[in-house]
């Protein structure tokens, strides 16, 4: 019965709570913040539940819109890199810092390990190899030679 009333009436159901939540926002936004400060735990654990519950969805979502939109967010993110230089230089210098055994085993990896001409992936067999995967930076000349598809899922999978 409520329901039909309310697919019926729909628009007229909507106008009503848009004019009740502006007429009564600053009490329903008190009794939000209330209620999430009383069951923060939950509430954060239902986040992070949802979080991976939707995550196939969500990665879904983004490839496609990165798939039709990829010249405007790279052409975005190249400009913001040429006008925030100083930002990026010293990004890349506190990552440095954070993992200097990494930088370590890549640089030498990369002058140590060439890659030849024609070589292929060594985990899917397939797809010219362009990336050298560390699995224990402690070892840098241990590496697989990797395309990059399979060198981003391997690194998706370690963290």
């Known amino acids: ?22 007429n009564n926002k600053k009490k329903i936004k008190e009794g939000a913040q209330k209620y999430y400060n009383e069951n923060k ?6 986040q992070k539940n949802n979080y991976k519950a939707n995550q196939k ?3 879904v979502k983004q490839r496609k819109y990165y798939s039709e939109n990829r010249e405007k967010i790279l052409s975005k993110i190249s400009d913001d890199m040429k006008n925030n230089r100083d930002k990026y230089n010293k990004k890349t210098r506190d990552y440095a810092k954070r993992n200097p055994e990494k930088i370590r085993a890549r640089f030498l990896a990369k002058k140590h390990i060439k890659i030849p001409e024609g070589q292929i992936c060594q985990i899917c067999n397939k797809s010219p190899a362009t990336d050298r995967e560390h699995r224990d930076y402690n070892k840098p000349l241990d590496v697989k030679l990797t395309c990059h598809k399979c060198n981003c899922k391997f690194e998706r999978l370690i963290q």
């Open 1 to 22: 019965m409520v329901n039909n009333y309310y697919l019926m009436n729909k628009e007229k159901c909507k106008q009503k709570m848009r004019e009740y939540y502006q």
């Open 41 to 46: 735990e939950e509430q954060k654990l239902n």
């Open 57 to 59: 969805s969500r990665i």
